[in-house]
């Protein structure tokens, strides 16, 4: 006597979907024309509304994984991809696989998308020490220049000719400490208070302003909002350091005769939750560019401190962006391939404000 197997509408056995459900990694099934007959709840965390778009679609045209189901469509052989990107986030991998006659599997295992707030915590705990003597030293060298830089001052308001250049000189070298010593700072989390009411669109508006008028007059800058998202609970320059150094960074990676750098808010309607707060992150804001990428393996390290690719670079600019995007208590994810880099800033849309 046969085994009696019960099928869904798209003859996938149907115990077998109730399995996938509630796998952790992504799953799609697919016909062999391309287009998702299944997807698990994973999945449909990171593509919206995948049921019956075709993988093309949901990952874009060109995109490595549809040569592998190819491949696999052809052979019948299984093909496994590593450090692929993947809808705005990276799969550690990606493995197409036929599943009967007519339907295939694709899983995707991916990297924790918080993987950067485990660092930060990480960084903090290692830095400590060196924070502590730092803040001390800082301290100690703020009071007597703030002397030096008040003396300096004066003496241009009383001397002449060369010495009033000398008096001017030695209070501008003076101020350059000072921003040097408030460096030390760097790691420090934003305090509750310092938290309020935010239009993320005046933040970027900033921002394209200060990058059209310097380091961006090469580019361009295209700014897509959606204007019915609310404000954030924020702190006005910590969000211009950040979307200032993910600017500057895409300005520097794009081309000098086609440049494009696109500034885009929205709302996730399939957003993730934060590790620690469990609040949603639907309010979005994207900066893509057209550059040439960034290598897989580079990306999983671009948010470690004092790591660079850039000769005399200090490594210190994604980290700081990370840092203020988690004090915010948002979260950042990296996707990149051969047409370009898009940095996602996720934050919570409900939020208390002081």
């Keep these: 006597?046969?085994?009696?197997?019960?099928?869904?509408?798209?003859?996938?056995?149907?115990?077998?979907?109730?399995?996938?459900?509630?796998?952790?990694?992504?799953?799609?099934?697919?016909?062999?024309?391309?287009?998702?007959?299944?997807?698990?709840?994973?999945?449909?965390?990171?593509?919206?509304?995948?049921?019956?778009?075709?993988?093309?679609t949901i990952m874009g045209q060109g995109h490595p994984v549809l040569s592998a189901m190819g491949?696999?469509?052809?052979?019948?052989?299984?093909?496994?991809?590593?450090?692929?990107?993947?809808?705005?986030?990276?799969?550690?991998?990606?493995?197409?696989?036929?599943?009967?006659?007519?339907?295939?599997?694709?899983t995707l295992h991916m990297y924790s998308p918080h993987i950067k707030t485990e660092w930060m915590r990480k960084t903090r705990d290692a830095l400590a020490p060196a924070r502590l003597m730092a803040r001390t030293l800082a301290h100690e060298i703020k009071n007597p220049l703030a002397g030096i830089q008040g003396a300096a001052q004066l003496l241009t308001q009383t001397v002449e000719g060369e010495d009033r250049e000398l008096a001017a000189l030695i209070s501008h070298e003076a101020e350059r400490i000072l921003r040097l010593v408030r460096k030390v700072d760097i790691f420090e989390p934003l305090a509750p208070e310092q938290l309020v009411p935010v239009n993320i669109h005046e933040v970027l508006g900033h921002v394209v302003r200060v990058a059209q008028a310097s380091f961006g007059v090469r580019?361009?800058?295209?700014?897509?909002?959606?204007?019915?998202?609310?404000?954030?609970?924020?702190?006005?320059?910590s969000l211009v350091q950040a979307v200032m150094n993910l600017v500057r960074n895409a300005v520097e990676a794009v081309p000098e005769d086609a440049g494009k750098i696109v500034l885009r808010t929205f709302y996730?309607?399939?957003?993730?939750?934060?590790?620690?707060?469990?609040?949603?992150?639907?309010?979005?804001?994207?900066?893509?560019?057209?550059?040439s990428g960034i290598d897989a393996m580079e990306m999983r390290r671009v948010f470690d401190p004092y790591y660079t690719t850039k000769a005399g670079g200090e490594g210190l600019g994604l980290s700081v962006v990370s840092r203020i995007i988690d004090d915010h208590g948002g979260a950042i994810d990296v996707s990149s391939d051969e047409d370009g880099t898009v940095f996602r800033l996720s934050f919570p849309m409900q939020r208390s404000v002081p």
């Design 268 to 291: 996730d309607v399939s957003a993730a939750v934060h590790p620690e707060s469990l609040q949603k992150l639907p309010f979005c804001v994207e900066i893509s560019d057209n550059g």
């Design 219 to 237: 580019v361009s800058l295209i700014e897509a909002y959606d204007p019915s998202l609310p404000e954030i609970a924020g702190d006005f320059d």
């Design 71 to 106: 491949r696999v469509m052809a052979s019948g052989v299984s093909l496994t991809l590593h450090d692929v990107a993947v809808a705005h986030h990276v799969a550690q991998s990606v493995t197409v696989q036929p599943m009967g006659d007519t339907l295939f599997l694709m």
């Design 1 to 56: 006597m046969g085994v009696n197997i019960k099928r869904n509408a798209q003859g996938i056995d149907i115990d077998f979907v109730d399995l996938l459900k509630e796998l952790p990694s992504a799953v799609l099934v697919f016909d062999g024309g391309g287009y998702v007959q299944f997807a698990n709840t994973a999945a449909e965390s990171i593509f919206p509304n995948p049921s019956n778009a075709s993988v093309a």
